[in-house]
């Protein structure tokens, strides 16, 4: 929708009004008093599966109460799941595939008093151009009005990253053939890798990073890392530009991931990273077409601790073939492999992927409340080897346990740091606190540490003080105190610092 947004030059002298909701907090009342106050000739909506019954009750409302503005809208959804919106003129145009440039172009026509039968994409009620808008060129993308969005609420704090962030691209599409995958197979509609030219993202990082005051960055791709000379393009222009001074991240397969290259990433500046692990069991990886090498992803992920890089890895319980043994050899993984966070999700399949037409030929599907296809909890479908209740239960089981294990590590750190904190205590140091007093009570109220902790508004001016450690106990800001402490130009340096959240490294 920034693209959109963003090409409104394409569109003659028409006034845009940006809205993300999601971004702003916004309910719906609040986004239908901006649109009363603005009263649009035209609106734009994303739509998705999951949220299909609120977007269908807000299109109602805008037909009833904005009878004279066109609808147009876009998203991962098949046309068979959107004909019942266009034929109860609950959407006017509708997007097949790719809208950022196709939506521009049609409300370009429909300005100049054109029907956009011409746009590729386009279906309306009684027209189907039988195409798909499709980008050839993702440089050619408008630039997103930055300037209209709240830039300051943005977060994927991958690991801790920092906050506020950029979230960024430099690629669009996937070469790989997961049967679940929603994007390659509704929205780009080929598996065709397009990149943006290096320079161009990396400047735009500089030039936002400097304009908000961002802390951070994330390179949001379905695979980032992908092309190794353009990898090492990518490092060399981050150091360039002095932004490997900065903690980023990105979302990466691990068996694409080269020894050297993450190297030359480390040294840009990748302070955490995302894998698409899914299954350790090769046969559920080849059974979900995504063919994991995983020789390469087991020496991915140690080389990728090795550094210091920390990791949030993702995994999909219920992939047909599954069955409780392979779910807990997956937790069991998780647990040896100890990523600073994980994510287990239920495999969902969307309507529109191979896998959804897998489930739906060998009657596999419960039911289409889409509602229910977040895979989050519920399990919509019941394979031979794992019926739905059984996916469920077990994967809650699954969740309970590496909630556990993730406390047990966080009592583990807490033990450590303040074993360190008293043996450098016990060589005349002292100490001063940064950090959320609540989470660190575990610290602050014993009594024996407290009488070396110094009292200051002022942390910065004991940088000089070779005596004095800085202590950083924070549930979400650790990086950011600590980047803080560290670019202040006051004395503080690595040695002095001890976190909590790297106490098991040290």
Not at 88 to 93: I, K
Not at 234 to 250: D, I, N, R, V
Not at 423 to 432: A, I, K
């Amino acid at each position: 929708l920034g693209h959109v947004a963003g090409g409104r030059a394409a569109i003659g002298k028409l006034d845009v009004l940006f809205i993300d909701a999601v971004a702003e907090g916004l309910r719906h009342d609040a986004i239908k008093e901006r649109l009363l106050e603005f009263t649009p000739q035209y609106l734009i909506l994303e739509l998705t599966i999951p949220s299909l019954k609120q977007d269908k009750s807000f299109c109602r409302w805008c037909r009833e109460t904005l009878p004279s503005t066109q609808i147009l809208a876009g998203g991962a959804i098949p046309h068979s799941i959107i004909r019942p919106l266009l034929d109860e003129g609950l959407v006017d145009y509708w997007i097949r595939g790719e809208y950022d440039q196709a939506l521009v172009a049609l409300v370009d026509c429909l300005v100049q008093g054109h029907d956009g039968h011409a746009v590729a994409g386009v279906v309306t009620r009684d027209w189907d151009s039988g195409s798909r808008g499709y980008v050839q060129h993702v440089d050619s993308l408008a630039r997103p009005p930055y300037e209209c969005l709240p830039m300051e609420n943005y977060r994927d704090s991958v690991c801790g990253l920092p906050h506020p962030m950029l979230q960024t691209w430099f690629s669009r599409g996937c070469p790989f053939t997961c049967s679940f995958c929603v994007w390659p197979q509704l929205f780009y509609g080929s598996r065709r890798y397009r990149c943006r030219d290096v320079e161009t993202g990396v400047r735009e990082i500089a030039e936002l990073v400097e304009r908000y005051n961002l802390l951070s960055f994330y390179i949001d791709d379905d695979t980032a890392n992908i092309g190794k000379r353009r990898l090492f393009l990518l490092a060399e222009k981050l150091q360039e530009y002095g932004l490997s001074k900065l903690p980023w991240a990105m979302m990466a397969r691990a068996d694409c991931m080269h020894e050297d290259v993450l190297e030359a990433l480390k040294e840009s500046g990748l302070y955490s990273i995302k894998y698409g692990v899914e299954s350790i069991d090769p046969q559920l990886a080849n059974a979900c077409d995504k063919g994991t090498r995983m020789d390469r992803l087991y020496r991915t992920i140690e080389q990728t601790r090795e550094l210091g890089i920390k990791m949030h890895l993702t995994f999909t319980l219920g992939i047909p073939g599954e069955t409780r043994d392979t779910m807990f050899r997956t937790l069991e993984f998780a647990l040896n492999t100890a990523p600073e966070t994980a994510q287990f999700s239920i495999c969902t399949p969307f309507p529109g992927t191979r896998f959804f037409d897998e489930c739906e030929r060998n009657g596999w599907l419960r039911h289409h409340n889409w509602e229910d296809y977040l895979g989050d909890s519920r399990a919509v479908i019941d394979t031979p080897w794992l019926p739905a209740e059984v996916l469920e239960e077990t994967y809650a089981e699954i969740c309970r346990c590496w909630r556990e294990f993730v406390t047990n590590r966080l009592e583990m750190r807490r033990e450590k740091l303040i074993q360190r904190l008293r043996h450098l205590l016990g060589q005349g140091m002292q100490w001063v606190f940064l950090g959320d007093t609540e989470f660190a009570a575990f610290i602050l109220e014993d009594r024996q540490l407290s009488e070396s902790r110094l009292e200051t508004e002022d942390v910065q001016e004991l940088g000089q003080r070779r005596d004095v450690l800085g202590v950083i106990v924070s549930r979400h800001d650790e990086e950011k105190l600590y980047r803080r402490l560290i670019n202040s130009n006051s004395g503080w340096t690595a040695q002095r610092i001890l976190k909590l959240y790297s106490a098991d490294q040290s």
